[in-house]
C-alpha cells in the first residue's frame, strides 16, 4: 500500500515541488490549499501523471475548524496520514517602527498557530499508527533574525521550539518531528525583491546562488525516508553555506 503525504500550501514554490518530489518516490498526495484557482488542478493533474493519488483540500491553515475539516477529508480517503510537511507560510515585512499588531498577527496565525493547527489534527492519527513524520518548514531568518522580519522570524523561530518539543513528546510512539531551514529561495515569495537585491544576496552566499524549490524537497524527502530513522527534533539548514 501507498504511503501517503499531507503537504499544506502546495499548489506552488516549496510545497507543489515537494508534492513532486514524494509523488515520484511513490506516496499519494494530499495537497491543501487556501483559494480556489487553477493552479490546484494543474498540480494535482502533475502529481497524478506520475502514477500516484492525488486528494485537493482546501482550508486556511490559520482556521482551527478547517485543519480539522480537511484532515479528515484526507483519512475518509485514504485512511492514514504517514507524512505531514507543514508548508504554508507567509510574509508581510516592514521595520517593527512601521508594523501594526495585525501584520504581527497574521504572520503568526498562519506560519506558527497553522503549524500547531494541522498537527493537532494529524497527530492522533499518527499516535494510532505508532508512525509518523512530521516535517515544518522554517527558516534561516528562524535562526539568525533579519532587519524587517520580526513577524516572520519570530514564527519561524517558534516553529522550531515547537519540532523540538513535539519530538520529545512523541518520539516513543515512532513519530519523528524535525524542521528545514531554508536560506532564500527562487520562489514567489522571493520574486518580489528586485533583481539587483537577489544578486547582492547571491554574492553573499557561499556557493554563490539562491537555492531551488528542489533544493528543499530533496532534503524532506530524505527526512521522510527510512533513511533518516534516527534523526528527530533536528533543524537542517539548506542555505548554501549562509549561515556559516
Ligand atoms: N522562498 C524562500 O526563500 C523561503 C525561505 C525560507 C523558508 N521558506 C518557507 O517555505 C514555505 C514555502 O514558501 P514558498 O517560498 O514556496 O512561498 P510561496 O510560493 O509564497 O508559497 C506559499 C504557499 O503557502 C500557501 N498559503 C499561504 N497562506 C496559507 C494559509 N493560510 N493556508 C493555506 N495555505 C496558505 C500559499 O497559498 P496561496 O496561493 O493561497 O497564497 C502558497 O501555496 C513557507 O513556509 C516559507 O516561509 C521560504
Redesign the pocket.
Known amino acids: 500500500m501507498n504511503k501517503v503525504a499531507l503537504i499544506?500550501?502546495?499548489?506552488?514554490?516549496?510545497?507543489?515541488?515537494i508534492a513532486l518530489t514524494l509523488a515520484k518516490e511513490g506516496y499519494n498526495i494530499v495537497i491543501?490549499?487556501?483559494?480556489e484557482?487553477d493552479?490546484v488542478n494543474t498540480a494535482k493533474g502533475e502529481i497524478e501523471a506520475i502514477g500516484v493519488e492525488c486528494l485537493t483540500v482546501k482550508?486556511?491553515?490559520?482556521?482551527f475548524d478547517?485543519c480539522e475539516s480537511f484532515v479528515k477529508q484526507a483519512i475518509e480517503k485514504f485512511g492514514q496520514i504517514d507524512v505531514l510537511v507543514?508548508?504554508?507560510?507567509?510574509?508581510k515585512d516592514m521595520l517593527l517602527m512601521r508594523m501594526n499588531k495585525q501584520d504581527f498577527e497574521q504572520v503568526i496565525?498562519?506560519?506558527l498557530i497553522?503549524t500547531f493547527n494541522v498537527t493537532k489534527n494529524v497527530i492522533s492519527y499518527m499516535i494510532k499508527a505508532r508512525t509518523g513524520r512530521i516535517i515544518n518548514?522554517?527558516?534561516?531568518?528562524g535562526i539568525n533574525g533579519n532587519s524587517g522580519q520580526t513577524n516572520?522570524s519570530a514564527?519561524?523561530a517558534g516553529i522550531i521550539g515547537f519540532t523540538k518539543s513535539l519530538a520529545k513528546e512523541v518520539a516513543s510512539r515512532n513519530i519523528l518531528v524535525n524542521a528545514?531551514?531554508?536560506?532564500?529561495?527562487?520562489?514567489?515569495?522571493?520574486d518580489v525583491l528586485k533583481e539587483e537585491v537577489k544578486e547582492e544576496i547571491a554574492k553573499n552566499i557561499p556557493l554563490k546562488r539562491?537555492?531551488t524549490?528542489q533544493d528543499?524537497a530533496n532534503v524532506v524527502k530524505f527526512l521522510a525516508s527510512e533513511d533518516s530513522s534516527y534523526i528527530t527534533g533536528q533543524v537542517l539548514q539548506i542555505d548554501g553555506g549562509m549561515g556559516i
Open positions: 499544506t500550501g502546495a499548489t506552488r514554490g516549496i510545497g507543489k515541488q491543501n490549499y487556501r483559494e484557482n493552479e482550508g486556511d491553515v490559520s482556521k478547517e507543514n508548508n504554508a507560510g507567509i510574509t496565525d498562519v506560519n497553522g518548514i522554517s527558516s534561516i531568518v516572520y514564527s519561524k528545514v531551514a531554508p536560506g532564500f529561495i527562487q520562489t514567489n515569495m522571493t539562491m537555492g524549490a528543499v
